[in-house]
Structure formats: C-alpha cells, structure tokens
C-alpha cells in the first residue's frame, strides 16, 4: 500500500504557508484519495501551530519539526528535519513545494534515504503506474517519467 508524505515550511515571515506549499498538499491529497493511499504532511518551521492548524481539515497524520534553529533556510537543519520527518513516516513517495529552500535539499535528503528524486514535476497522473509530468523547457516539450523505484 502506498504512503504518501507532503513535506512543506512556512514562508520568510515564519507564520504564513506560500502558495507552492498550499499546492503541494492539495496534490498530496489529492493523489492519496485517487491512491487510496495514507497521507502525512511534514512542516518544518520555528513555530508549525499556525501551519498544522490550516492543514488540520485535511485529515491526515501530521508531523512537524519545529525550533528556532528552522526560522530560517540552511541546508544543514533543513536536510535533518527533511529526513527525521520521511524516516518518522516511512513514505513511499514524498511530495514538496518547488520552493528554494527545498530545492536545496531534496536531492541530499534522498541520497541520505537511498530513494530517486524527481524534480519540477508539474502534474501526477495514472492510477496503476504513477506518471510525472515535466515540461522539457528549452525544446517545448513536455516529458512523461515514470519508474518502479520509490524513496
């Protein structure tokens, strides 16, 4: 059966979601309900009430890693809090925000995990075999990846 985890962090001013974030769960959600999937949601902030309780309606598990050491991006406490939340939740597939501080990470956190990352992925499709789409921007084409190996 198929996990998924969503992970997300607040903006700059430490108490608001951007909206790469908002999207990144509404796909996670989305994709566990066409999965039948259980669906976790990990944010990384100084304080992760005011996120937890915006994505409390969603109806799946959270986990936050919180303390000041998260206000702001580092690759070094944003990796850690990237990898205690997949190992917490042992996801098959993690979802995240294109946002800088997370582009900085991913591909680490999934060496540290020995997963495969996919990276600007613009939309999910498939039910039996899970398909990412990306768009290929310097030849105009839009590109159809899918693979067996999960994180």
């Known amino acids: 059966m198929e996990s998924i985890l969503v992970l997300t962090h ?17 796909a996670g959600k989305e994709l566990a309900s066409r999965l039948s999937a259980s669906l976790a949601i990990g944010i990384v902030a100084a304080d992760a009430n005011t996120a937890a309780t915006v994505f409390a309606t969603t109806g799946a598990r ?10 702001q991006a580092r690759y070094s406490t944003d990796a850690v809090a990237c990898e205690a939340l997949c190992r917490a939740t042992q996801p098959t597939l993690v979802l995240a925000p294109s946002s800088s501080r997370f582009a900085r990470v991913a591909a680490g956190v999934a060496h540290r995990l020995g997963g ?7 939309a999910l499709t498939g039910t039996n075999a899970l398909e990412g789409s990306r768009w290929l921007y310097q030849h105009r084409i839009e590109a159809v990846l899918s693979r067996s190996a999960r994180p």
Do not use: K, M, N, Y
């Open 62 to 71: 959270l986990l936050a890693v919180s303390g000041e050491v998260f206000s």
């Open 116 to 122: 495969v990352i996919d990276t600007h992925i613009t």
């Open 10 to 26: 607040v903006d700059e001013s430490g108490s608001a979601l951007s909206r790469a974030s908002l999207e990144a769960v509404a």
